[in-house]
T-cell receptor, first 109, second 119 residues
């Protein structure tokens, strides 16, 4: 069964903390997409990666193909980072995504 | 450049009625995807268009759902007749190319979603 599992489901942090969100996926998923959704907002693409590491500002995403695991890190977290972070795996080559259930992040000032 | 747009943003209808959702992808994007999130569940794939052709509609729940993309530009998703379990948020996404895993990749850009409530 093709699956994407995220942890934790909910995460509360203090401003400035380093945050890690994890994503494990099953065989058949070739690449991962990290997405962000603010309350009441649309879905924004953060990263798409199939190997290695990508960095954008305070966000870093890594993927380990052998272990079928990806992490999203947020350095120096800020209340505006509060959102739902979603890991989604590409199944095959057509771009169909399988989504994790999301991690609801709340950063307190 | 305009992003992916969806219309309406919200729709409230009664069971048995018909609703049509619209998605306008980013201009030039051949790939268009429909996804849905029902309450408390993860987002799930519905179908994928390449230009005007349905590439994969394996995620469509049943034959009450009909998607079209005439001319390969905007797409519509019609639900007829709507049932209570169809309530949820319907997202559309588009990409220029299919994912390429050996080199540069082409990500999907998501619309804001249409929140459908069936009473």
């Amino acid at each position: 069964k093709n699956e994407v599992e995220q942890s934790p489901q909910n995460l509360t942090a203090q401003e400035g903390e380093f945050i890690t969100i994890n994503c494990s996926y099953s065989v058949g998923i070739s690449a991962l997409h990290w997405l962000q959704q603010h309350p009441g907002g649309g879905i924004v693409s953060l990263f798409m990666l199939s190997s290695g590491k990508k960095k954008h500002g305070r966000l870093i995403a890594t993927i380990n193909i052998q272990e079928k695991h990806s992490s999203l890190h947020i350095t120096a977290s800020h209340p505006r980072d509060s959102a739902v972070y979603i890991c989604a795996g590409y199944l095959g080559s057509q771009g169909n995504l399988i989504f994790g259930k999301g991690t609801k992040l709340s950063v307190k000032p | 450049e305009a992003g992916v747009t969806q219309f309406p943003s919200h729709s409230v209808i009664e069971k048995g009625q018909t609703v049509t959702l619209r998605c306008d992808p980013i201009s030039g994007h051949d790939n268009l995807y429909w996804y849905r999130r029902v309450m408390g569940k993860e987002i799930k794939f519905l179908l994928h268009f390449v230009k005007e052709s349905k590439q994969d509609e394996s995620g469509m729940p049943n034959n009450r759902f009909l998607a079209e993309r005439t001319g390969g530009t905007y797409s519509t998703l019609k639900v007829q007749p709507a049932e209570l379990e169809d309530s949820g948020v319907y997202f559309c996404a588009s990409s220029q190319f299919l994912p390429s895993f050996s080199g540069s990749s082409n990500e999907q850009f998501f619309g804001p979603g249409t929140r459908l409530t069936v009473l």
